[in-house]
């Protein structure tokens, strides 16, 4: 198949979606759209363990809290880990939604149903890549939603996971990680880029959405270069990482030093307007 990537795009937002749909375009003029000043925040969770009582009770907390400071945020749903322990996520799933967060898919390629710390070994042939993605993103249908956004675990990326995500009809992909000034050296499966690009295939195209790091590595120094120079930061953590108090008071904070109307779904950042300046996110 045929693909490319097409650099320094210009994007135009459209109206606000329904549930489970996002529309980006082209921007035809680069003239800034209102907000464009403002530099959006989005906070993304890797949900991997909603089927565990104990993760869950964390997450229901922090779920209510962001709703109360009027925050919504990117549940990125990876739900094999619940079928193998053969618990039905779906009510969970769809509580988040019904909040308003963002339901979003997060999958890793893990070679059949082995996925515990000490026995899970990657498998990343096309045919299980294309496996795993079509596999999780059914149970996220089978919950009530169509993902549009996706984030590839250990963020093994490559030219048949966007295809794939393109055939399923996403939008936009945060599995790339922003470069840095202190990038360390990654796996072959993985991408850095310097800015937002299209992934285009002869069937559609798919906005890749750099993720910028990690809500640890946001409140070191790594992660200042990023937030002068992008205009936008997607910082995630794990639903698990709620069960550390170290993290829970991290998260605090940081809700408290950022400014509610910052902080977006990653869905809207994908539609936001900011990269009508192109300055505004090189490197
Ligand atoms: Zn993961």
Redesign the pocket.
């Known amino acids: 198949m045929k693909a490319d990537f097409a650099e320094r795009p210009k994007i135009d937002a459209d109206s606000m979606p329904t549930r489970g749909t996002l529309e980006i375009k082209v921007a035809q003029s680069s003239s800034r759209a209102k907000g464009a000043s403002e530099r959006p925040i989005a906070l993304a969770f890797?949900a991997?363990r909603l089927h565990a009582d104990h993760v869950w009770r964390e997450v229901e907390k922090v779920a209510h809290r962001l709703v109360a400071r009027d925050v919504r945020a990117t549940f990125f749903v990876?739900p094999f880990p619940a079928a193998v322990a053969a618990v039905d996520i779906a009510p969970r799933v769809r509580w988040l939604g019904s909040l308003g967060h963002e339901i979003a898919q997060?999958t890793?390629f893990y070679a059949g149903r082995k996925i515990r710390k000490n026995e899970k070994v990657d498998d990343l042939s096309d045919t299980n890549i294309v496996h795993c993605l079509q596999r999780d993103f059914e149970a996220i249908r089978q919950s009530g939603y169509l993902p549009k956004g996706f984030t590839a675990?250990s963020w093994h990326v490559n030219d048949t996971v966007l295809s794939t995500l393109i055939g399923l009809g996403f939008d936009y992909d945060c599995s790339a990680q922003f470069l840095t000034p202190r990038a360390e050296t990654h796996s072959p499966h993985q991408r850095r880029l310097g800015a937002l690009q299209f992934f285009r295939t002869t069937s559609g195209q798919l906005l890749c959405l750099p993720t910028t790091c990690s809500l640890g590595q946001w409140f070191k120094s790594a992660a200042r270069p990023m937030r002068k120079r992008h205009a936008y930061q997607l910082i995630y953590l794990h639903d698990y990482d709620l069960l550390n108090i170290i993290e829970r008071s991290m998260l605090s904070v940081f809700l408290k030093i950022t400014k509610r109307r910052m902080l977006v779904p990653s869905a809207s950042i994908a539609r936001s307007n900011l990269y009508s300046d192109r300055r505004a996110i090189w490197i």
Do not use: N, V
């Open positions: 890797h991997e990876y997060h890793h675990g």
